[in-house]
């Protein structure tokens, strides 16, 4: 009997149907009454398969032929709901002639077939890539035998199945078990009534589909017991199982798994960073890849439309308002019309996709812009593609070139030409970033500049120090009272103000610093005002005056002061001819200040523990980059549509933060599986500093100026946990926290590289201060630091969202987490469970030397004996001891250290099972903006929650003053018994050798349990009786 082959490779960008952005698709394969399905990819909109079905074709071999060509293979996909009890949802289908089908598999070849729709209210796209050939069974000569493939499971579970299923989900967290191995599932049944088919259960083995290329599995699991397709793994999110611990990891302190799902996921992308197998082939190779290696190559045909010249006049009133359009397939590009120009310039470019050619023949055709009537065909101009010549930079600029129209018959015109420059080139190409690519074909002029890739620059921050010493002479409206002064200074959008003097006088002082934040250029004027608090709420002013920051003295790191200066207040009530009669009379109230811009410091707007510069705002006092650092950002997946309701996708760009450096990637229009394919570079001064990646929905694409740009997720990678010289790639999952929990909208995938360009100044910064000289030589109060790094975030949003295009407010404050410091009910207990995890090692070490006191291991306890002692005999050998140690243990965890670099982890930041209520708190406005009723409960639990601090803080406090009891003779009877046996130690230690001693009081330590007892001490009775201050408080 001959047989069918259907393989199924793989689907792409298929239509999300399960509310969340994504699909769970598998095929089912219909011919001759035979069907059979593949497996499942859970949550994957491009899903790669690799499976072969194969089916009888009935009849001789006289006959195959006649038999395949009246036979129809149906194949449809569906996206598989049986986690929601619901039939799977239809996602396409296709229909193949067997007329078609070769007949060996030497003649066959992957073919793409778009995805047709089941009725004209269906919602399909994508494609399907099929492989089908015939092939003779081996009784007809063939030589290839096919094993059938085993069924679904269809058995209904039994109680005690699910039971282990319900015990197993519901302790997920605590306990692990081995996973179980994949399965091919598929199945070859006969039609069969409608009734069966409901009543039949599938079942589906639970695990992780391992890919090949693109993700490596990781060493715990084990090897699938069936080849596994070149796919990337992917999750179920309903039956997450952790795997076992590694077997050699013994002395490495295991944290708790997170769930598989966010977890990263290695890849191995083509990248020439990668193919590289020799120093030789890095130096002497093609140099684009040298220098463009962390992406993948995208070839773009470049149009350059640069200018045209004596074009004929088309309207009847002798003007001509000419554009041009440049079409390639179903893609369409316009330049700007120009009004009453024959001879214009445009200098546009634009990119088409080599991957997305639809045509050979290039149009670029002249029109005249018409208002009320159809715009007025010019000339053309057509240019084949296969004449297009490739340019791969450093080559210089293509020259643009003079082409005569044509009119509609291809013949040439008498009057005008436009010159143009096509070539074929990479995303290297340097017009790249400037030119209109035809995925943005649909966005207008206006808009194309917000989804274009552009690098900004942070504006360069300094402190701005204002010695406040003391006023003279001032002046109240009300002569008989003394006034109660104080000094308010503005500068910019910043407002600081002194406290009142301890004295009320004519003459007040005052001696306090304030502390501001300024940018380059110096264009904002500081103004200080003396007012007089008369009452809540109610200040008069004394006097003003405003000083320019571009003239106040910079102050470079440790040097002198600037000397104080007087100023002369100026009457806010004046008039003109007032002040200057003023002036005649040369009196005026006057104030004294020392005002300096501080260089010697770095301006943190950031949080410190994700700083990515450290550097001195002086350029003068940076010290040499030590490395480079390399990020190509490649591609996402699995995104969730940000655009649902709008009956759109999501338009993904991505941001880039590290020092006071940002990049932008071009934004793709309706992806959710873009592929940026951009690399940029930054240099490194610090090792222990942290880039941040970012990925947000634009929302300016159209016309909606009021929109804000979605956050999908962002990454962050510290630089001290990357090999240098070592390329990582892989796909980040991307997780926010909402209002709802926590939510993962895709993953990002990522190429890193960092390398050394200074050995010896990188290993010798470890040793060096994190911040510049200043922040420890003259410190900036702790009271002031989170108000200036605030004042610093709002400056870089405020001129970041400037530029054109601009970076938004909402993007630059997500990126440098604005809100870090607010209090979150979840990150306390994150921190909390940090502080248990390290006392955890404490715990096990007191453990341990429990065991050793209590010969729980008799050997081991002798073997501490025998140490003991001969570290008391020679105790010159202790601290070689410790730090072999020490050594050996660092040595033994090598083995065990990280393979990937660290990201979002949601088990340490309790984002993974943190209470509703507490999110809703943690996303609450300051000041709030909930009901009574929750405000009062939220004050209730922060009041439990602080009971329980205050009794632990109390039994601190208790401890430390019975330790100061000892001497204070509050408890006369127990201080003269504590001096005492003081002074009895004294002299017994004195006239005692120090080893016997020490021998003495070890082998106490260490004595046998038939020689101890279960009463407390009596040093620790003795402790405890000593009185505190707790009986004290009332």
């Known amino acids: 009997m001959s047989k069918l082959v259907v393989e199924i490779v793989d689907a792409s960008d298929l239509m999300p149907k399960d509310g969340q952005g994504s699909a769970s698709p598998f095929v089912e394969v219909e011919f001759d009454e035979q069907r059979q399905r593949t497996q499942t990819r859970f949550k994957d909109l491009n899903p790669q398969w690799n499976e072969k079905l194969v089916f009888n074709v009935g009849g001789g071999s006289g006959d195959f032929n006649n038999r395949l060509n009246n036979k129809t293979i149906d194949v449809t996909v569906y996206d598989d709901r049986r986690d929601n009890q619901q039939p799977g949802k239809f996602l396409g289908r296709v229909k193949i002639s067997g007329a078609v089908v070769p007949l060996s598999e030497s003649e066959s070849d992957v073919q793409r077939y778009p995805l047709d729709k089941r009725g004209l209210f269906s919602h399909i796209k994508g494609d399907i890539a099929l492989r089908i050939y015939a092939a003779a069974s081996s009784s007809d000569g063939g030589g290839g035998d096919f094993v059938s493939p085993p069924p679904y499971f269809s058995e209904k579970l039994t109680k005690e199945e699910k039971r282990f299923e ?98 990263l996921i290695e890849t191995s992308p083509p990248l020439a960073a990668r193919m590289r197998q020799s120093y030789y082939y890095r130096s002497s190779g093609d140099k684009t890849s040298s220098t463009y290696d962390l992406v993948e190559q995208m070839h773009y045909l470049y149009v350059s439309v640069v200018k045209a010249r004596d074009l004929p006049v088309m309207d009847v009133s002798g003007s001509l308002d000419p554009y041009v359009e440049v079409k390639l397939g179903n893609y369409k590009g316009l330049t700007k019309h120009l009004e009453k120009n024959s001879n214009p310039i445009w200098k546009q470019i634009f990119a088409f996709s080599k991957e997305r050619l639809q045509s050979n023949l290039l149009e670029v055709t002249v029109k005249d812009k018409d208002l009320l009537t159809k715009d007025d065909f010019v000339g053309r101009v057509q240019i084949d593609l296969t004449e297009v010549p490739l340019r791969v930079p450093p080559d210089s600029p293509l020259a643009p070139q003079w082409y005569r129209l044509e009119d509609k018959k291809g013949m040439k015109t008498n009057r005008g030409e436009v010159m143009l420059a096509v070539w074929m080139g990479t995303q290297a190409d340097e017009s790249f970033p400037d030119a209109w690519h035809s995925d943005a074909h649909r966005v207008s002029h206006s808009n194309l500049s917000n989804t274009r890739s552009k690098v900004y620059f942070s504006p360069k921050l300094y402190y701005l120090r204002i010695h406040v010493m003391e006023a003279q002479d001032l002046v109240p409206s009300d002569k008989g009272r003394v006034p109660d002064a104080i000094v308010k200074i503005h500068a910019g959008n910043q407002m600081r103000a002194t406290r009142t003097p301890q004295m009320r006088t004519m003459n007040p002082q005052w001696h306090e610093e304030l502390m501001f934040v300024v940018s380059e250029p110096f264009e904002d004027m500081v103004m200080v005002s003396v007012d007089d608090r008369i009452g809540p709420g109610k200040d008069e002013i004394l006097g003003r005056i405003f000083i320019p920051v571009r003239d106040v003295p910079v102050r470079q790191e440790v040097g002198k002061m600037p000397d104080p200066r007087w100023f002369n207040l100026q009457r806010h009530s004046m008039s003109m001819e007032e002040e200057n009669e003023k002036r005649k009379e040369k009196f005026s109230s006057k104030i004294l200040l020392r005002v300096c811009i501080e260089a010697g410091y770095h301006v943190l707007d950031e949080s410190t523990h994700f700083s990515s510069d450290l550097q001195p705002s002086s350029k003068h006092l940076r010290k040499p980059s030590i490395g480079i650092l390399e990020l190509g950002i490649l591609s996402a997946r699995n995104l969730m549509p940000m655009k649902a309701k709008d009956g759109r996708m999501t338009d993904p760009y991505c941001v880039a933060k590290y020092g006071n450096k940002w990049v932008r990637t071009r934004t793709l229009l309706d992806a959710l599986t873009p592929k940026w394919n951009e690399q940029y570079t930054w240099e490194v001064h610090d090792p222990c500093t942290v880039i941040t990646i970012g990925v947000f929905d634009n929302g300016h694409v159209n016309d909606g100026s009021d929109w804000k740009d979605q956050r999908i997720g962002k990454v962050r990678v510290r630089l001290s946990t990357l090999e ?108 909390f469970s940090r502080i248990m995890s390290l006392l955890s090692s404490v715990t096990l070490v007191c453990k341990w030397f429990n065991d050793i006191c209590t010969w729980r291991n008799p050997i081991t306890t002798c073997l501490v004996h025998v140490l003991f002692l001969i570290l008391v005999c020679y105790p010159e050998l202790i601290l070689p001891t410790v730090f072999l140690y020490l050594f050996v243990i660092g040595m033994w965890n090598y083995r065990y250290r990280p393979r990937h670099p660290p990201h979002m982890d949601a088990r340490v930041s309790q984002a993974d099972n943190a209470h509703p209520d507490e999110l809703d708190e943690e996303f609450d406005t300051f000041p709030t903006s909930r009901p009574a009723d929750i405000v009062r409960m939220r004050y209730d639990r922060l009041r439990s929650v602080g009971g329980r601090v205050q009794t632990v803080v109390g039994d601190l406090a208790t401890q430390g003053e019975r330790i100061q009891a000892l001497l204070s003779w509050r408890d006369p009877r127990a201080t003269a018994l504590f001096i005492v046996f003081a002074l009895i130690w004294a002299v017994f230690i004195y006239v005692t050798p120090f080893q016997v001693i020490a021998i003495i009081i070890g082998l106490f330590m260490l004595r046998h349990p038939r020689f101890r007892s279960r009463m407390p001490s009596v040093p620790a009775n003795f402790f405890k009786r000593l009185p505190a201050k707790s009986d004290m408080l009332l």
């Open 166 to 263: 319900s015990h197993e989900y519901q302790n997920q967290n605590q306990n692990h078990f081995q996973q179980f191995e994949d399965e091919i599932h598929m199945e070859t049944m006969k039609p069969t009534t409608k009734k069966k088919e409901k009543e039949s259960r599938t079942f589906h083995s639970i695990g992780a589909h391992h890919g090949g290329g693109a993700a490596a599995p990781p060493p715990s699991q084990s090897k699938p017991a069936y080849p596994t397709p070149p796919n990337q793994p992917e999750f179920r999110s309903d039956f997450m199982r952790a795997p076992g611990p590694p077997p050699g990891a013994v002395m490495q302190m295991q944290p708790p798994r997170q769930n598989p799902e966010f977890q």
């Open 724 to 831: 240098t010289d070592r390329v990582y790639t892989h796909y980040y999952p991307l997780l926010v926290l909402t209002p709802g929990g926590l939510k993962k909208n895709g993953e990002l995938q990522l190429a890193l590289r960092y390398t050394c360009t200074g050995f010896v100044n990188m290993m010798a910064q470890y040793g060096r201060p994190l911040l510049p000289k200043m922040h420890y030589i003259q410190p900036i109060p702790v009271r002031h630091i989170d108000l200036l790094r605030h004042q610093a975030m709002q400056i870089v949003a405020t001129r970041l969202s400037r530029s054109e295009p601009p970076l938004r407010r909402e993007v630059v404050e997500y990126m440098l987490d604005v809100d870090y410091h607010m209090f979150s009910l979840r990150r306390s207990k994150a921190n």
